[in-house]
T-cell receptor, first 111, second 118 residues
Framework: KQEVTQIPAALSVPEGENLVLNCSFTDSAIYNLQWFRQDPGKGLTSLLLIQSSQREQTSGRLNASLDKSSGRSTLYIAASQPGDSATYLCAPRGGADGLTFGKGTHLIIQP | GAVVSQHPSWVICKSGTSVKIECRSLDFQATTMFWYRQFPKKSLMLMATSNEGSKATYEQGVEKDKFLINHASLTLSTLTVTSAHPEDSSFYIC??????????????FGPGTRLTVL
């Protein structure tokens, strides 16, 4: 059974800093991995999707890397802004169709 | 593009009643939709996988007779919580998988439905 761990659980930093959020998963036999953000009481917004054959994906200030063999992914946020405050979730997709989620990193960017 | 809607966004019901939640893919067809549940300060947990025109596949520990799933069309899946009890109170989120183009296998999530059972 896939288990996903996200570190840190919470992070509070002043705006402008570059951040790294970490995700590790126990079963490396995955098809892809998605990063999401979730605002309080809301659904999920897909940020990046990395296929198992890829090493990284970039979208704007976000960059996600994937080391499938070691079961790790990182989300890099450049020049953080208060609007980036949210919970960030990583979710690898294994043999089954559904995603397995970590508990997320609760991020607060101080103005 | 790739917008998923849910209705209702929140519902309060009495214990013992049934509640239906709709999940729609607004601008794409989704042969597969997924239902997740999220308790406060917990991870999202997959409940079931819904395939259009066939029976849903439930995760271990999820009662199929309690959580009825119907996926009658390529754009609509419904989750009915039957005989709801307070312990069913949760945030229910659906997702749909996009099949075409470069976003193959990417899942897009609805805004969620907050269910409170009194």
């Amino acid at each position: 059974k896939q288990e996903v761990t996200q570190i840190p659980a919470a992070l509070s930093v002043p705006e402008g800093e570059n951040l790294v959020l970490n995700c590790s998963f126990t079963d490396s036999a995955i098809y892809n991995l998605q990063w999401f953000r979730q605002d309080p009481g809301k659904g999920l917004t897909s940020l990046l999707l990395i296929q198992s054959s890829q090493r990284e994906q970039t979208s704007g200030r976000l960059n996600a890397s994937l080391d499938k063999s070691s079961g790790r992914s990182t989300l890099y946020i450049a020049a953080s802004q208060p609007g980036d405050s949210a919970t960030y979730l990583c979710a690898p997709r294994g043999g089954a169709d559904g995603l397995t989620f970590g508990k997320g990193t609760h991020l607060i960017i101080q103005p | 593009g790739a917008v998923v809607s849910q209705h209702p966004s929140w519902v309060i019901c009495k214990s013992g009643t049934s509640v239906k939640i709709e999940c729609r893919s607004l601008d794409f067809q989704a042969t597969t939709m997924f239902w997740y549940r999220q308790f406060p300060k917990k991870s999202l947990m997959l409940m079931a996988t819904s395939n259009e025109g066939s029976k849903a596949t439930y995760e271990q520990g999820v009662e199929k007779d309690k959580f009825l799933i119907n996926h009658a069309s390529l754009t609509l899946s419904t989750l009915t919580v039957t005989s709801a009890h307070p312990e069913d109170s949760s945030f229910y989120i659906c997702s749909a998988r996009l099949l075409a183009g470069s976003s193959y296998n990417e899942q897009f999530f609805g805004p969620g439905t907050r269910l409170t059972v009194l």
